[in-house]
Nanobody, 121 residues
Framework: QVQLVESGGGLVQAGGSLRLSCAAS????????MSWYRQAPGKERELAAT???????NYADSVKGRFTISRDNAKKTVDLQMNSLKPEDTAVYYC???????????????WGQGTQVSVSS
C-alpha cells in the first residue's frame, strides 16, 4: 500500500500564491503518474494537473497558465505551484498516485487525505 501525505494548503487572497506538496511512502516499484485533483463544495472531484514519470504534464483548462505541477522521482514527491489564485479555486485538493507494485501489476491508485485551499475575494 502507498501512502500519500499532502501539505501546504491554507487561506489566501485572490491573486495570491500557494504551493502544495505531496510525499509518497510505502511499498512500490515505481510511480507512473502523479496528479492533483480538487473538489469544491457541492461539486464532483476534478483533475487539476497531472505529470508522468517522464515529466509530461497536463492541466485542466481552468488552471492552465496559473498552476505548475512538478515532481521529484527520487524523493517520490509532487508539488503544485498555484499562482494568480481565484475564489473559484477554493476546494479540497487531493494528491493521487498511480503506481506499480513489486512483483505485481501496475495501475494501482492511491489518494491522499486532502488539503484545504481557500481563496478570498
Amino acid at each position: 500500500q502507498v501512502q500519500l501525505v499532502e501539505s501546504g494548503g491554507g487561506l489566501v487572497q485572490a491573486g495570491g500564491s500557494l504551493r502544495l506538496s505531496c510525499a509518497a511512502s510505502g511499498s512500490m516499484l515505481s510511480i507512473n503518474v502523479m496528479s492533483w485533483y480538487r473538489q469544491a463544495p457541492g461539486k464532483e472531484r476534478e483533475l487539476a494537473a497531472t505529470i508522468t514519470s517522464g515529466g509530461q504534464t497536463n492541466y485542466a483548462d481552468s488552471v492552465k497558465g496559473r498552476f505548475t505541477i512538478s515532481r521529484d522521482n527520487a524523493k517520490k514527491t509532487v508539488d503544485l505551484q498555484m499562482n494568480s489564485l481565484k475564489p473559484e479555486d477554493t476546494a479540497v485538493y487531493y494528491c493521487n498516485a498511480v503506481y506499480c507494485k513489486y512483483f505485481g501489476p501496475c495501475g494501482f491508485s492511491s489518494w491522499g487525505q486532502g488539503t484545504q485551499v481557500s481563496v478570498s475575494s
